[in-house]
């Protein structure tokens, strides 16, 4: 053999961090090109002026290797390989990260007063058109509307009684027979509930919510449901043959 011929990509991939920011960016560059041009590649991965910059070599487990402070040098000559880490240091002092955390920028915040006053706002324009929160005539026909609401669900409740026997009817959902073990308010839930426990595991509890027991019962035999779903009569338990054998 007359000799052996080496032949080196001509480009690198690397990954670049600074001091300026926390991200980590993987660049593509050609290593004929000197660390000055270099550099102004730099400025617009980091956004550090290349005349600011120190530039660090780490190797691909980030072991320190040494300084490109060679300007004229080509990035070739030095040992770049690929996913090696060139870290690029602020040298003008700058706080870098200033506007990473946006919990400590200062916002401005307009006293409600001031807001008030202003024409072109939304406030403004709600208020105008009696829209949203500034309708007092829509609100009032919400509450009364829920006033009704809440006097026929008390007048449902207070039909029922536990011990009575029932059929539990959800719209979507298959009618269901139990006994009623509880009626009244609960913690879980404003308004009032009706305490079922069905005849077979239909259910989804054991009679307590959120560790609060309001009665009880096997698991997955209670349940909780409105009033206006469940209708107290003679009704007989159901045989849905789960214990027949084979």
Known sequence: MDGVTVITNPTVSVRVTSTANSFEALRRFNRGITIAEFKCKLEL?????????????FSSTDTFLQKLDDNEALMGSYPVDDNCRIHVIDKSG???????????????????????????????????????????????????????????????????????????????????????MYVGNTEFKPGYWVGVKYDEPLGKHDGSVNGKQYFECQHKYGAFVKPQYVTVGDFPEEDYGLNDEM
Request: hydrophobic share 35%.
């Open 94 to 180: 700058s706080q870098s990260g200033v506007f990473e955390d946006l919990s400590a920028v200062e916002k401005f915040e307009l006293p409600d007063e001031v807001y008030d006053k202003r024409s072109e706002s939304v406030r403004s324009f709600l208020k105008k058109n009696k829209a949203g929160r500034f309708n007092e005539e829509k609100a009032a026909q919400k509450e009364e509307l829920q006033v009704q609401r809440d006097a026929e669900e008390k007048l449902l409740a207070e039909a029922l009684s536990p011990g009575l026997r029932c059929e539990v009817q959800v719209v979507g959902q298959p009618t269901r027979r139990g006994t009623v």
């Open 45 to 57: 991965v980091v956004g550090i002026q290349a005349s600011c910059m120190d530039l660090q070599l």
